[in-house]
């Protein structure tokens, strides 16, 4: 069982930043491609970032240029750093992970989800 605990959401300022982290945990498994989702109040959850286990990643356009994807594979950790935030970046965003076992691709694992609010 592969646990994604998330942390580093809360409210913050129009033009401000954040850290989103991200850690795996668990037994007998390991991790491929990670990524981040988000979902707004009424909207579907929609891509923000991946990032490959070799480094190569993906960014959605509503947030290329101000965001950054980054991973430390010796932690099973994948952080996500925002800056210049809008009130649209509002939602709460999901960590997910590629879950191997023994090479053989086993599932995708989603995380709790933490909140961010972006408000004056």
């Known amino acids: 069982q592969v646990q994604l605990v998330e942390s580093g959401g809360g409210l913050v300022q129009p033009g401000g930043s954040l850290r989103l982290s991200c850690a795996a945990s668990?037994?007998?498994?390991?991790?491929?491609?990670m990524g981040w989702y988000r979902q707004a109040p009424g909207k579907q959850r929609e891509l923000v970032a991946t990032?490959?286990?070799?480094?190569?990643?993906n960014y959605a356009a509503s947030v290329k240029g101000r965001t950054t994807i980054s991973r430390d594979n010796a932690k099973n950790t994948v952080y996500l750093a925002m800056n210049s935030l809008k009130p649209e970046d509002t939602a709460v965003y999901y960590c997910?992970?590629?879950?191997?076992?023994?090479?053989?691709?086993?599932?995708?694992?989603w995380g709790q989800g933490t909140q961010v609010t972006v408000s004056s």
């Open positions: 668990g037994s007998s498994f390991s991790i491929g491609a």
């Open positions: 990032i490959t286990r070799g480094g190569s990643t």
């Open positions: 997910n992970a590629a879950v191997y076992s023994s090479s053989r691709y086993l599932r995708d694992s």
